[in-house]
């Protein structure tokens, strides 16, 4: 499933090369060029331009080949045009360029999270959630914990998405997987607590919803149960969560 494209990685080496008779700059200004190119390729790679979020990460290579954060941009860049194997080639150079960096490491786990190689999407999180300085640290462990899910390991499930509510109290996908995991120990009184605290900050979704509902029938909630069961059934009525709940009635 993994594609090679040969001949895409030959015209962006190709592009790296830098024009001979041009004087290099100095240090400090070849920092802020490739910067300044990146932060221009990163916002058209927000707004699904492509081509010129190409351009702007080319030129920053030409500046800096070795650059970590103007590698992991291409890697997403590809990732999104379907590119998996160019993806993959970028997401790897960051590493080898930066083996320190949380960011690299972070957004290859989550093309191998994406692509079901679960057990190497772990290996990679692992190393980016030891960052300690790293802003996104509450992300990794978030996705640590989806990833662990994936392969079967509750346990390190439980501690991942923890550990994201530790480091920011308003994570919000980890506030309802640890809600939905006390639930399931019988915890009733602190999956509550941690439902509540998702639903303040969340959109509804199916899984929300579920919870609501059971946590309603164990506290003897009618009007709750009645309420998330109509949202349920009005706005995900062709969701498992919602084949779920009809089985359970």
């Not at 045009?81 to 997401?91: I, N, Q, R, T, V």
């Not at 069961?229 to 009635?249: C, D, M, T, V």
């Amino acid at each position: 499933m993994i594609r090679l494209v040969t001949f895409s990685i030959c015209l962006l080496l190709s592009a790296c090369v830098t024009e001979s008779g041009i004087n290099e700059p100095p240090e400090g200004a070849a920092a802020e060029v490739v910067q300044r190119q990146l932060d221009l390729g990163i916002g058209y790679l927000r707004n699904g331009d492509y081509q010129r979020a190409k351009e702007k990460l080319n030129r920053a290579l030409q500046v800096d080949p070795k650059n970590a954060a103007v590698h992991a941009a291409f890697g997403l860049l590809f990732q999104l045009e379907g590119e998996d194997s160019l993806a993959e080639k970028y997401f790897s150079s960051a590493i080898r360029f930066d083996p320190e960096s949380a960011q690299a490491r972070n957004s290859y786990g989550a093309f191998l999270f994406s692509k079901k190689r679960y057990q190497e999407a772990v290996e990679q999180l692992l190393k980016a959630a030891e960052n300690r300085f790293y802003p996104n640290r509450p992300t990794v462990f978030e996705n640590l914990g989806v990833a662990y899910t994936q392969v079967g390991d509750k346990e390190n499930a439980e501690y991942a998405f923890s550990r994201a509510v530790q480091l920011n109290p308003e994570q919000s996908r980890s506030l309802l997987e640890l809600a939905v995991i006390r639930y399931d120990q019988s915890n009733y009184v602190e999956a509550r607590a941690l439902y509540s605290r998702h639903t303040k900050g969340s959109p509804k979704s199916p899984k929300t919803l579920l919870l609501c509902i059971r946590l309603a029938r164990v506290f003897k909630d009618a009007n709750e149960e009645a309420s998330c069961a109509e949202a349920l059934e009005g706005i995900f009525p062709a969701s498992l969560e919602y084949r779920e709940y009809k089985e359970s009635l």
